[in-house]
């Protein structure tokens, strides 16, 4: 039906808003255009909404003395995308709520040899019982731990969480009592995947799937992930002993939209693992974290990935950038400790 209520005739209505808590406002309809979309008195509106209101999202509502269907429909639009802006730059403003937690961290590196799934697997037991023994809660390998690079998808990539490698650890961390964060090649299917799993109290808690792959024409060392893995779906929220987290893996960091998803998460804690030659300077992996405004762990292999010698370099930073702890870069074991507040 055709709204014939001439335009002049709504200018001066009032919009009548009700929000979930409770109260409700009144507000003046200042123009319209010929799309028929309305705008109120936005300033006033903006002044007036507060802090709780803005939590709401999308507020609740209801509108008076409105002469039609299409003016009512009008009217809801833009109520509804003020409220969605004002919570936007209320979340936006606010970094993510500190939980007066410490955890112990141990961001592991150590030489994983390409394609020996079981020689790997024994390392890493050997180097999270170490961990664990040094008191460190959450233990994090880097992308690729358990076979890192290969050709030979269909024979070395796993199912998650039912295959042999995951289960293994799954009962690794149960009986230390700890976290555990590690990478493998995921079959799922007829898919595969660069993943990263966490495990922990006797199961897998979460696995981020590596979604902007790297691609390398030369195929350097089976590098070319463009030709062997499916992406997969960007950043998720998880939690790990009531602490928000997020994952992202590698070649994920170039891209701002990752960042910036992880960012509208506001996680308190992201996990960044690595499998390549060499770390950037610190301020470059600096801005990421500070981007997301949150505390982020980074790992990175050592020894020679096929033909690409790695050289390390896990580094803890703070939610400003900071380097709040660090490990060599000359491609020596290690297991950096921290006491990471969060």
């Given at each position: 039906m055709?709204?014939?209520?001439?335009?002049?005739?709504?200018?001066?209505?009032?919009?009548?808003?009700?929000?979930?808590?409770?109260?409700s406002?009144?507000?003046?309809?200042?123009?319209?255009?010929?799309?028929?979309?309305?705008?109120?008195?936005?300033d006033?509106?903006?002044?007036?909404?507060?802090?709780?209101?803005?939590?709401?999202?999308?507020?609740?509502?209801?509108?008076?003395?409105?002469?039609?269907?299409?003016?009512?429909?009008?009217?809801?639009?833009?109520?509804?995308?003020?409220?969605?802006?004002?919570?936007?730059?209320?979340?936006?403003a606010?970094?993510?709520?500190?939980?007066?937690?410490?955890?112990?961290?141990?961001l592991?590196q150590f030489?994983?040899?390409?394609?020996?799934?079981?020689?790997?697997?024994?390392?890493?037991e050997?180097?999270?019982?170490?961990?664990?023994?040094?008191?460190?809660?959450?233990?994090?390998?880097h992308?690729?731990?358990?076979?890192?690079?290969?050709?030979?998808?269909d024979?070395?990539?796993?199912?998650?969480?039912?295959?042999?490698?995951?289960?293994?650890?799954?009962?690794?961390?149960?009986?230390?009592?700890?976290?555990?964060?590690?990478g493998?090649?995921?079959?799922?299917?007829?898919?595969?995947?660069?993943?990263?799993?966490?495990?922990?109290?006797?199961?897998?808690?979460?696995?981020?799937?590596k979604?902007?792959?790297?691609?390398?024409?030369?195929?350097?060392?089976?590098?070319?992930?463009?030709?062997?893995y499916?992406?997969?779906?960007?950043?998720?929220?998880?939690e790990?002993d009531?602490?928000?987290?997020?994952?992202?893996?590698?070649?994920?960091?170039?891209?701002?939209?990752?960042?910036?998803?992880?960012?509208?998460?506001?996680?308190?804690?992201?996990?960044?693992?690595?499998?390549?030659?060499?770390l950037?300077?610190?301020?470059?992996?600096?801005?990421?974290?500070?981007?997301?405004?949150?505390?982020?762990?980074?790992?990175n292999?050592?020894?020679?990935?096929?033909?690409?010698?790695?050289?390390?370099?896990?580094?803890?930073?703070?939610?400003?950038?900071?380097?709040?702890a660090?490990?060599n870069?000359?491609?020596?074991?290690?297991?950096?400790?921290?006491d990471?507040?969060?």
């Open positions: 055709r709204d014939s209520d001439p335009k002049q005739n709504r200018i001066g209505r009032i919009i009548k808003i009700e929000y979930v808590h409770g109260s406002k009144e507000y003046q309809i200042r123009s319209l255009s010929a799309s028929r979309r309305c705008r109120i008195q936005s006033r509106f903006l002044d007036e909404l507060q802090p709780d209101d803005a939590q709401v999202m999308i507020i609740q509502y209801a509108v008076t003395e409105i002469g039609s269907p299409a003016m009512k429909s009008a009217l809801t639009t833009a109520i509804c995308l003020i409220s969605c802006v004002m919570f936007w730059a209320q979340a936006v606010q970094p993510a709520t500190k939980s007066d937690t410490t955890v112990r961290v141990a592991i030489d994983a040899v390409p394609e020996q799934v079981e020689h790997n697997l024994k390392q890493m050997r180097l999270a019982r170490d961990a664990a023994a040094r008191g460190a809660r959450w233990i994090m390998f992308e690729g731990s358990l076979c890192d690079y290969t050709g030979k998808l024979t070395l990539a796993e199912a998650v969480p039912d295959g042999p490698s995951t289960q293994s650890l799954i009962k690794l961390s149960a009986e230390l009592n700890v976290l555990i964060s590690f493998l090649s995921e079959q799922d299917g007829p898919r595969f995947y660069i993943t990263q799993v966490f495990v922990k109290d006797g199961r897998m808690i979460h696995r981020y799937r979604t902007w792959l790297h691609l390398s024409k030369n195929d350097e060392g089976f590098r070319n992930e463009w030709a062997r499916d992406p997969g779906t960007g950043p998720e929220l998880f790990i009531g602490i928000r987290a997020s994952c992202f893996i590698c070649a994920d960091g170039n891209s701002f939209r990752c960042r910036e998803r992880i960012r509208e998460l506001r996680p308190q804690i992201v996990f960044y693992p690595n499998n390549r030659r060499a950037p300077d610190f301020p470059a992996f600096g801005e990421y974290a500070q981007q997301m405004a949150a505390p982020m762990l980074v790992t292999r050592i020894g020679t990935s096929w033909v690409t010698p790695c050289s390390g370099g896990c580094v803890v930073f703070g939610p400003d950038g900071t380097v709040l660090k490990a870069r000359d491609g020596q074991e290690e297991i950096l400790i921290y990471l507040n969060l």
